[in-house]
């Protein structure tokens, strides 16, 4: 009976692991954007390809050439369209969902309004199912895979996180299952050459640091740089696309400190030792809740001109900076529905209604994250309405051939073009903000960076 | 109440196991057959499982070794294949026994101070190892990939000029066995690669058990000073039972490296280490279809019940999992084959005093 002892102590110990597990599981995959899949040695080639294919007249994606198995109308039924999403509903990231909640708002909206009205002539409602990867990158391709294959969707749309992006995009090149409208702006979707399968539904994290850096070089053509940047794909690609655009000026960057998620809770002490090093501009490339804890942590005595990601520019994020968010920096493409002069916006206005229709309660509405999921229903719903015909490879090409698109919350001088590998990026049309009294007002023109988002690129 | 003579009922029990044992056989043959593809691609990742937890079972189970760290050795499993297959693309099986290799030193280094700690002290080593290597994966992000992953790829030109990577895949060869669709006939082809090295690595666990090597690891376990005194090399048997209990785990992460086409630091975590216990415990032990019968209840619980559940439910999925096991280890403390044994020596104590009635009978 002594072999029966270590074992029993075994499942015991097992079974309180598992039930700790389920009290709180913010384990092992709170990056926000970390990683990189084993394509670093082709960031080159994306730009050789240029317009080989003969521009406009060859379509971008040819299923019978690019596809093993080709199912370009599997997800409609009828007169239904069936999308995926994939979420962290639970987990420490769980803040993300509210995205989906704003993704779901567009598509009841749109359902409501009697469907959308395809390329095709046909009208179409939307049905979207939703799954749970609790934003761990190791549980996205189980969900993925289910979403694809057994309930058998046609797309994906607004799938949060980079890692976890990154974690199906072999899969759904492989399979030719198109993912629209990212809710990340990682530099790795612009490799539509060889991904062309996925499109962004965020700025281009490079576009948004050369923004700042276009408006710096104007401000403070001598700034110090004290850079704060996470430690994983998405932080570095603001820390890339910053060093490489103060080559051959007078700004320096005097100090940079990594944040690394997964080990660390606080950014206080890199803040405070940033503040040590003399520089007059913080450039805060960090997302989710430790990014406005790093406002927090500035000390008094150090006001440098500070710049925030624009991931975490909405009014939810910016109430935990607990008033250190006066005067701060940060780049926009769409309209603030947590500021009073762009609530007035029709387009504001026609969110917050039909958005409260669809049931999403006030501080979502003007909290900035459900906006964005919004904004990815709209790109989704704007490419349906242009398609000439509903299958996957003509909707995706004729995202990558838009001619001066507005939608969703999208500023309303905006407009994106897109040309397949030459010009993948959707949105390019950036302005500089500054945050004043608790609203964020632009201190530049909306600058269009358009086709130019890929040699941002550190 | 029987009319059977006693000799002739022990012949036909003897066939019993035979005859499940083909039942099984057939059912897992033909599952490919009749399940879409989607479906046969999950029930192919519970084999990997399987193989993991039979290498755990013949280290707690037969050895009474505590291991809270296999997980971390089915990881280095499956960093082994993904790096090998990237780097120099050697034959999938080749890369199987490759990671068996390296999982096998792997656990030997860990086997050796294993010998001077024991019990609970040793789930505390292993545990150690089990929350360091997403860690080390981490810190090793431009080799490993980090929680992002690494996908195990080939690289060829696509239509547009662009070196692409495309994933692996079992290519198919031309049997009636399989479907005429090339993904499904992938599908099946892969799954039957994965039975076949499953069986493989069972019956040579079951040889390894019923051997004079078998009996020293069990007799270790039973009572450590008395195989010493019997003439058992504690030392190196325990060693070795580590060694082939990783390399078994190796051999699982391997083939789950080989499924899924792709690894990241957040697949191989302490919890898949729990999971793999589990396998063991609800399976039973020591027996060796045990790890077979747990990781089949592991992966019906997680890819076959979750799914269903609720919404609002699912994020409390561990806590279920946590719930019924407690309750299972208290209806039955010896797993599944424990509760089969059990029922097994009740219905052959009711057949000895019918028979001992029966031959009263005047």
Known sequence: ?458 | MTSSSPAKSLGARRWVPLIALAAVAVVCLALPQVLSSYWTDTITTWIPLAVAALGLNLLTGYNGQISVGHGALFGVGAYTTALILNEWHWPFLVTVVASAVVCFVAGVVIGLPALRIKGLYLALVTLAVATLFPQILEQFSDTTGGSAGLGITNRELNRRGVMTDRSIRFEPPDLALLSADDAKASSQWRYYIFLLVAAICFLLVRNLVNSRAGRSIIAIRDNETAAEVSGVNVAAAKVFTFGISAALAGIGGSLSALELARVSSGTFTLVLSLNLLVAVVVGGTPSIAGPAIGAVFLGFFTNVITPEFPEDVKPLTPLILGVLLVVLMLAAPGGIVGMYRQLQARLAARRAISQTAISQVP
Request: hydrophobic share 35%.
């Open chain 1, 1 to 458: 009976m002594t072999a029966q002892r270590p074992l029993r102590l075994a499942a015991v110990a097992a079974a309180l692991a598992l039930l700790l597990s389920a009290c709180g599981r913010d384990d092992d995959n709170a990056d926000d954007t970390g990683g990189s899949d084993n394509t670093t040695e082709t960031t080159a080639a994306s730009d050789e390809d240029g317009g080989g294919d003969g521009g406009d007249a060859a379509a971008f994606i040819v299923p019978e050439e690019d596809c093993a198995n080709y199912e370009g109308t599997k997800g409609i039924e009828g007169d239904t369209i069936k999308i995926g999403t994939v979420r962290p509903e639970s987990g420490a990231y769980s803040i993300y969902d509210t995205i989906t909640k704003g993704l779901e708002a567009y598509v009841t909206a749109v359902n409501t309004d009697g469907g959308v009205t395809a390329g095709d002539g046909k009208t179409y409602k939307l049905e979207l199912v939703k799954a749970d990867d609790a934003y761990d990158p190791a549980k996205t391709p189980a969900e993925v895979r289910r979403l694809v294959e057994q309930e058998g969707i046609f797309a994906m749309v607004g799938e949060i996180g980079t890692s976890n992006n990154l974690a199906v995009r072999q899969y759904m090149n492989d399979n030719c299952v198109p993912s629209i409208g990212l809710a990340t702006g990682s530099p790795e979707w612009g490799k539509a050459a060889e991904y062309p399968w996925f499109i962004g539904g965020l700025p281009s994290y490079a576009t948004e640091a050369h923004a700042f850096m276009e408006y710096l070089k104007t401000e403070k053509p001598a700034a110090k740089i004290a850079l704060l940047y996470q430690d994983d794909d998405f932080g570095k690609a603001y820390q890339a696309t910053i060093k490489k655009d103060i080559e051959g000026t007078d700004i320096t960057i005097v100090d940079e400190q990594s944040f690394n998620p997964l080990t660390e809770t606080s950014p206080e002490s890199k803040v405070a030792q940033l503040a040590t090093s003399g520089a007059d501009v913080f450039f805060v490339g960090i997302g989710g809740a430790p990014c406005p804890a790093a406002l927090r942590a500035q000390p008094s005595d150090w006001t440098p001109m500070t710049y925030i990601s624009i991931t975490c520019s909405g009014k939810t994020a910016m109430a935990l900076a607990q008033g250190r968010d006066e005067g701060i920096y940060s780049t926009q493409a769409t309209y603030d529905v947590g500021t009073a002069a762009d609530q007035a916006n029709p387009k504001v206005q026609e969110f917050f209604t039909k958005g409260a229709a669809a049931g999403l309660q006030e501080a979502e509405l003007q909290g900035g994250i459900a906006a964005a999921g919004w904004g990815f229903g709209a790109l989704f719903v704007r490419g349906l309405e242009l398609t000439p015909t509903v299958d996957r490879a003509t909707l995706m090409n004729t995202l990558y051939s838009l001619d001066g698109e507005n939608f969703g919350l999208a500023l309303d001088d905006a407009a994106a073009h897109t040309n397949g590998a030459d010009d993948p990026w959707i949105i390019e049309d950036l302005r500089v903000i500054k945050r004043t009294a608790g609203s964020w007002e632009g201190v530049t023109e909306l600058i269009s960076y358009d086709g130019k988002s890929n040699d941002f690129v550190g």
